[in-house]
T-cell receptor
Framework: AQSVSQHNHHVILSEAASLELGCNYS??????LFWYVQYPGQHLQLLLK??????LVKGIKGFEAEFIKSKFSFNLRKPSVQWSDTAEYFC?????????????FGAGTRLAVHP | SAVISQKPSRDICQRGTSLTIQCQVD?????MFWYRQQPGQSLTLIAT?????????ESGFVIDKFPISRPNLTFSTLTVSNMSPEDSSIYLC???????????FGPGTRLTVT
């Protein structure tokens, strides 16, 4: 079965630092990949997605992610973080099973950005 | 994207009781899902709610404990039955369409069982 690994559970950065959060999924073939963000006290929001095409995906709020098929990876990046990026970030992949699709989430990465 | 609301937003319940959580979407959607997010953990899919048929449950979740209804394309309920403190979690519903695999999430219901 498809699974997702997020290697960084807690990340602490200063404002203006660059961010890269790791995400690996378990097997190849056609994959649909997502990053979701959960700001404190708010619900999950879709940050960006990859279905096909250009492996470098741009999302909201200056985030981007790169799909590297050979590495089974979909890392999230932002060149300069802000205090408002403090949140929990979840990588997710679609698993096709039993005739329907379901989202498999990674464990999440808590990002704290200090002013 | 769809606008999703959940009721209640939070509740504190006594063990042995049941709570029904409602999920309302502002447009017709094919797929609705129920997730659990235990404190400090990621999201785990409980079941997929199919309109007009039985819900499809994931391993570790059973209908007797988490009965689900999906009477139409905009509404679903999840009941947490015979609650214990281990059921204390955030319960979220999400929706997606047939043409897209994106899922959009509701605000969640924070359940505390004492």
């Amino acid at each position: 079965a498809q699974s997702v690994s997020q290697h960084n559970h807690h990340v602490i950065l200063s404002e203006a630092a660059s961010l890269e959060l790791g995400c690996n999924y378990s097997y190849g073939g056609t994959v649909n990949l997502f990053w979701y963000v959960q700001y404190p006290g708010q619900h999950l929001q879709l940050l960006l997605k990859y279905f096909s095409g250009d492996p470098l995906v741009k999302g909201i709020k200056g985030f981007e992610a790169e799909f590297i098929k050979s590495k089974f990876s979909f890392n999230l990046r932002k060149p300069s973080v802000q205090w408002s990026d403090t949140a929990e970030y979840f990588c997710a992949v679609i698993s096709f099973s039993g005739g329907y699709n379901k989202l498999i989430f990674g464990a999440g990465t808590r990002l704290a950005v200090h002013p | 994207s769809a606008v999703i609301s959940q009721k209640p937003s939070r509740d504190i319940c006594q063990r042995g009781t049941s709570l029904t959580i409602q999920c309302q979407v502002d447009s017709q959607v094919t797929m609705m899902f129920w997730y659990r997010q235990q404190p400090g953990q990621s999201l785990t899919l409980i079941a997929t709610a199919n309109q007009g048929s039985e819900a499809t449950y994931e391993s570790g979740f059973v209908i007797d404990k988490f009965p689900i209804s999906r009477p139409n394309l905009t509404f679903s309920t999840l009941t947490v039955s015979n609650m214990s403190p281990e059921d204390s979690s955030i319960y979220l519903c999400s929706v997606s369409g047939t043409a897209t695999y994106e899922q959009y999430f509701g605000p969640g219901t924070r359940l505390t069982v004492t």
